[in-house]
C-alpha cells in the first residue's frame, strides 16, 4: 500500500500566528495510494496543516517535498499546479447550477472552432465527461441536470469531491468529509474515498469521526497542539490508543508525547 | 453508450425525469409556463371587457410600446441574475436618449455617432457604478439609488433651459416608426423559423454524437411546432396592420442574443454562478467582480438603449425621459416572468415576457380608459403577487434542497 517514497512530505513545518504556535516541527507525509486519516481536537492545527498544504497559509519554516522535489507553496494555484487539490468541508457549490456546471466550474469547456466572442459551451462534452467520471467513482446521482441544491448532502459531497478530480491531482484533502452525513451517506462517501486510494492518489481525511476515519483510513496521523502526537497503522491499533494520542492523557503505554501544555486534559474523553 | 443499454435504460428513467419536470414546475423553473398562463388570461379578459384589445392595431401598438421596458428589462435581468438591483436604469435611459438628442439637434451629429455616443454613455454609468459597488462592497442598492438621483440631476443640466428637445433626424425617429412589407415580414418569420429550427437540430445531433440520452423527438416537434406557429400568427397579425415594426425586431435581437450570452457561454455561466454563491464562483477561480463590473456595465447599456427607442417613439426627449414609473415597471417584468429577485436563476426571455404582461395590463386599462390611480394598483398588486410566487418556490426548494 504505502510503499516506495512519498508522493508529499513535510518535514519540520511550522506555522505561527501571532503568539499562537499553531504548528511546531510537523513531518508529515502521503504516499500514492495511501489514505492518511489526520485527527487530533479542535485547536490541535489540523486545518492549519491542510491550509498550509493548499497553499492558503504559507509556512513559516520547514521543506515541503512533493514527487521527491523540494517545492514552495505559497499560494493557492501553487498547490493546484502540483496535483494537490483541496475540497472544504463547506463545499463550495452552487446550488442554483446543476452537476455539470458545478464540477466544471470557472474550467468549462468550450466548443472547438467558434470565435473568441461568441465562445459557446460545449455542453455535450461537459455531460459526457461529467457522466464517465460520476460512473468511474460508481457516484449515483438521479440526473447530471439536478440542481445540485435538490441533492442529498452526501450527493453533494460526492459531487464535490469529483469535483477535485477534474483537475488530475495526485493528492486529495479531504476536510471534514462526513460532517452532517446520515450513516447511508457517510458509507457512500466513504466508499467514495476507497476508489480514490484504488486510483493510486493520495488522500488525506481530516475528521473529527474516529470511526469514520478507523474505516477509511490505512494510517492515522494525530496532531496535538500544533505538534504530531502520534502516528498509527489503522489496522494494528486500537480507538484507545489514538484518542489518548488526541487528549494527551496516558493510556497503556502506547508512546506518549512529552505534553507542551499540562493540564488540559480530558477534553476528548467523549469523542470516543 | 451502446444502443442497447440506452433503449434498456429508457423506461426505468421515464419516471424521474416526470417527476423532475413536476418538481421543476411546482418549484418555478417552468415559471416561463405560468407567465404564458397568466398573459393568456389578462388576454382573455381584456378583449371579453372590450373587443378592440385583440385586434390587429392594437397588438402592433402594444409591441411598440413595451420595446422601451423590455429592452431595459433585459439589462435589469442580468443584475437580478447576480442577486442585486439597479435602479438607476431608469434615469439613465433619460439621459441617454437626452445626451443623443443634444448631440444629433443641437450640435448636429450624424444619427449613428449620436447614438453611439449615448450607449457610450450608458455604458460608462454602469461600469461606473459597478465599480464602485464590487471594489467598496457598497450595496448595490444604494450605490444606484445615488445614481439615479445624480443622473435624473444629470438629464435636466444635458437638456438645458428648454426642457425639451424634439427629435428631427429620420434615422433616430425611424427606430420606432418603421414597418417592414409584408414580404420582408415573412422574411424574417422565415429567418426565425428556421434558425430555431436549426439550433434544435444541432443540439440534438451533439447530444447524440456525445451519446448522451437526448429529449424524445416529440418534445423537440412540439417546441419547433409552438414557435413556429406564435411566430406566424404574430407576422400575420403584424402584416394585417402596419407591419412588423422594426422596434420588434431590435428587441427580439437584444433577448435572443443576452439569451445566448447568458445561457450558453461561459460568462453567462459565471454571471449564475456569481449570483448563486460568490464565495464558491471566486474559489472554482471565477473574477467575480470584473463579472460584477460587467453586468453593471450591460445594464447601462440596456438601459441607454431602451431610453432611445423611448425617445424615437415620443420624438422627443424631455425632462420626464427615463421617468415616472419606468424603472420600477422595468424591474418588475423579469420578476413577474420569472426570474428570481435573489439572484441565480432566470432568463432573458422574462424580460420579454414581463414586458408583454405589464404592457397588456397597462394597454388594456387604457382601453377600459380606467384611471391611473387604478392602473398603478392593479400593476402593484401583479408585482406583489409575483414576488410573493417568487418567494414561496424558494422556500419549497430550500424545503426539498437538502435531506
Redesign the interface.
Known sequence: MSTGAPLLELEGVSKRFGPVQALDRVDFAVHAGEVVGLVGDNGAGKSTLVKTIAGIHAADDGTIRFEGQEVSISKPQDATGLGIATVYQDLALCDNLDVVANLFLGREEVSPGTGTLSRQLDEARMEHQTGELLSNLAVTIPSLRSEVGTLSGGQRQQVAVARSLLGEPKVVLLDEPTAALGVAQTAQVLQLIRRLRERELGVVVISHNLVDVFEVADRIFVLRLGRAAGEFNAEATTEEHVVSAITGVGADGERKKDDPAPGESGLGEEKA | MSDAALASADGEEDL??RK?TI?RLVQGDLASLRVVIGLALIWAIFQFENDRFLSAQNLTNLMLQITAIGLISVGIVFVLLLGEIDLSVGAVSGLAAAVMAVLSVKHGWSPYLAIAAAIAVGMAIGVLQGSLFSRFVVPSFVVTLAGLLAWQGALLQVLGSTGSINLTDPKITGLANTFYSDTVGWIFAAIVIGGYGAVLFLGHR??V????DRESLSGLVFRFALVAVVTIVATTVLNSDRGVPLALLILLTFVVGME?VVK????G??V??V???A???R????PVNAIRVAVFGIAGTMAAIGGIMAASRLLAVNQNSGGNELLLLAIAGPVIAGTSLF???GSVWTALMGALVIGSISNGMDLLALSSAVKFMVTGGVLLLAVLVDAVARQQ??G????
Not at chain 2, 283 to 286: F, L, Q, S, V, W
Open positions: 424521474p425525469r423532475e418538481r451533439r447530444r454524437a456525445a451519446g448522451l445566448y450558453r457561454t461561459g460568462f455561466r459565471h449564475f454562478a449570483g448563486g454563491n464565495e464558491a464562483a474559489r472554482a477561480g471565477i439572484g441565480g436563476r426548494r430550500q426539498s434542497g437538502r435531506v
